[in-house]
């Protein structure tokens, strides 16, 4: 029977398993060092923040791997050989595999700060960064501060995390304003607002020199490279991005460059081995997508699509329109489609819609010659995703788009809404005369 080997048990990995459950009766093993079952990594903060239990982010029973007949290893991969198709483990043992599934996601950047080993320093990836989490910060006696550095996703859920333990917490982030490379100023300046209001001490364009030994090898404090300024600290978290966690690869003969090289298969260099999820680099990025897109729901999508192929129905990684969501403290955002932060091609506009009062805002991106729609995001107002979906493949126009924006709102019907402002405010600034179009079930279920 032939045995087809995966390693990591993240969205990826474990999505690929079951796939290939579904269609075959294949040999399925899936290894990881990290836990021994697949948990989802994106709720790790609300096991701090006392929402749930560990136990809660795991969508399996124990008993489900052995029912659908996919055997669990707990170790570490050392090293791979493609050509002997095995694979090495730290603890000296060896597996063989015919096919061979790498799906070992990444790992928190570090850019060789000083002090960037010290005890009290780290990451917020794996289930040992929230087991240490829990030892450095249980609580602001025994962490009367953390500083974090790197103003992306992970950096602001770490914050929100320690706040709402009632740890002060220091935010270092590089750019001029929270993650404005990705998102346009408009929202970026609601987020810094959103972040100051919850008394975290935002500092913009400051960067961490070193950190600082208290003489036991733990951190006391942090220099900042801009001011020279030290602020003392007993946690400090790295959340400055996450690279490809490949470097077990480094020997083998698989190809890397960030990631494990694939192609729109998901086939890497060696024939029989194949890379899914965050680990995985696109030999050119599809349509505007990066060559590596460490997002959740894209390492399930790889997963299913690499399940086909091994079970003889050759199906390319095709992911369709960009979108995403998450939360910055206690506002909502979505994304669909393509809408530029600070690096914004010449060829896009962006209409910008911010609520007087609350943290809601809109920003409809589109082409400045062709009028055509590229995307939308939205904060405090859920959308629906298989609308833009619609719209996006049907290249609207932006106007059309703004007519209808009522048949795109997903918030429960008891919520204030806001579209009849959106396009009197568009309009106003357009000089346009669009009138808002009533919402239509049957259009939405069209
Ligand atoms: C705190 C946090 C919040 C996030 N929030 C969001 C969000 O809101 N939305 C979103 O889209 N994405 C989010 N992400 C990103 C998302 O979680 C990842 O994109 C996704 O989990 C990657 O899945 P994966 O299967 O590729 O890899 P992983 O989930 O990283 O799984 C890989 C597994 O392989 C194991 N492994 C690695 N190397 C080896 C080895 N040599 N031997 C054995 N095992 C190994 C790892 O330990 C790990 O268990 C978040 C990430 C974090 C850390």
Redesign the pocket.
């Known amino acids: 029977m032939e045995h087809i080997v995966i ?8 999505t690929v398993a079951r796939h290939i459950r579904k269609n075959s009766d294949k040999r399925i093993t899936i ?5 021994d079952y697949f948990f989802s ?2 709720a ?2 609300y096991v701090y923040m006392g929402h749930m239990k560990f136990e809660h982010t795991q969508p399996y029973e124990s008993w489900f791997w052995k029912k659908n007949r996919i055997e669990l290893k707990s ?4 090293s791979v050989s493609g050509a002997n198709k095995s694979i090495q483990f730290t603890d000296g043992q060896s597996m063989s595999f015919d096919k061979l599934i790498i ?4 790992i928190p950047n570090k850019f060789g700060w000083p002090g960037q080993d010290l005890d009290g320093v780290q990451g ?3 289930k040992q960064d929230l087991e240490k989490l829990e030892k450095n910060a249980p609580n602001n006696k025994v962490c009367k501060r953390a500083v974090i550095v790197g103003g992306g ?2 950096g602001i ?1 770490m914050a929100e995390m320690l706040h709402s333990r009632h740890i002060p917490v220091t935010f270092l982030v590089r750019e001029s304003s929270f993650w404005n490379g990705v998102l346009p100023a408009g929202e970026s300046a609601l987020v810094n607002e959103e972040i100051l209001a919850n008394g975290i001490d935002l500092r913009l364009e400051q960067n961490l020199e070193e950190i600082i030994d208290d003489g036991n090898g733990k951190c006391k404090a942090i220099k900042i490279q801009e001011t020279g300024e030290i602020i003392e600290c007993d946690v400090v978290g790295l959340t400055a991005g ?1 690279s490809p ?1 490949v470097s ?1 690869l480094k020997n083998s003969d698989i190809e890397l460059g960030r990631g494990v090289m694939v192609n729109r298969l998901l086939e890497t260099s060696v024939k029989d081995v194949y890379a ?4 995985a680099e696109q030999r050119e990025g599809i349509g505007r997508r990066r060559p590596i897109e ?6 399930r999508m790889m997963g299913e699509a690499l399940a086909q192929t091994i079970c003889g129905n050759a199906t390319e990684y095709n992911p369709g329109h960009w979108f ?4 910055f403290m206690d506002v909502e955002y979505q994304t669909y489609g393509w809408v530029s932060g600070s690096r914004k091609p010449e060829f896009e506009d962006q209409f910008h819609w911010r609520h007087p009062v609350e943290n809601i805002c809109v920003t409809v991106a589109y082409h400045k010659d062709t009028d055509e729609f590229l995307g939308i995001n939205t904060f405090g107002i859920r959308m629906r995703h298989e609308i833009f979906d619609r719209w996006l493949t049907e290249n609207r126009k932006v106007d059309d788009v703004m007519a209808y924006l009522k048949d795109a709102n997903f918030d429960p019907e008891f919520y204030s809404k806001h579209e009849d402002a959106i396009i009197s405010h568009y309009n106003q600034e357009r000089g346009k005369q669009i009138k808002p179009v009533k919402k239509s079930w049957k259009r939405i279920f069209a």
Do not use: P, Q
Not at 8 to 14: D, I
Not at 294 to 299: E, L
């Open positions: 390693i990591g048990n993240g969205v990826a990995g474990v290894i990881s060092g990290e836990t990594r994106t790790l903060m170790a570490w991969v050392e799906a070992t996601g990444s917020m990836y794996h996703l992970i859920e996450v966690n077990f899914i999820g965050d680990c460490a997002v959740w729901y894209t390492g995403n969501s998450a939360k």
